[in-house]
Nanobody, 120 residues
């Protein structure tokens, strides 16, 4: 089970940190990722990492602004979002799975989503 939190309303240029806590099973070498979905748009890969290494992956639209990290002791993955833009407005989902990190089809477990709204 994945529980996402930390969304909210922020002005353009501001920052937010999202959290995703995993429970109920061991996720071992699974990827942990953040996706987002804006109204009328497809779900988009934002960032990914694994519990077993420090390699990180980012979507092109967030590179240099967002940082994914994890705290294995807390079973929690974070998404630090800086320099937010109105186009970052979306529902953000955390997910876990095995396969290609950027592919939505990789992920079999999804959190409930947390809304991020960036005002101009």
């Amino acid at each position: 089970q994945l529980q996402a939190s930390g969304g909210g309303l922020v002005q353009a240029g501001g920052s937010l940190r999202l959290s995703c806590t995993a429970s109920g099973r061991s996720f071992g070498s699974y990827y942990m990722a953040w996706f987002r979905q804006a109204p009328g748009r497809e779900r988009e890969f934002v960032a990914g990492t694994r519990w077993t290494d420090t390699v990180t992956y980012y979507g092109d639209s967030v590179k240099g602004r967002f940082t994914i990290s994890r705290d294995a002791a807390k079973n929690t993955v974070y998404l630090q979002m800086n320099s937010l833009k109105p186009e970052d407005t979306a529902v953000y989902f955390c997910a876990s799975g095995l396969g290609t990190v950027q592919a939505t089809s990789t992920y079999k477990s999804w959190g409930q989503g947390t809304l991020v709204t960036v005002s101009s």
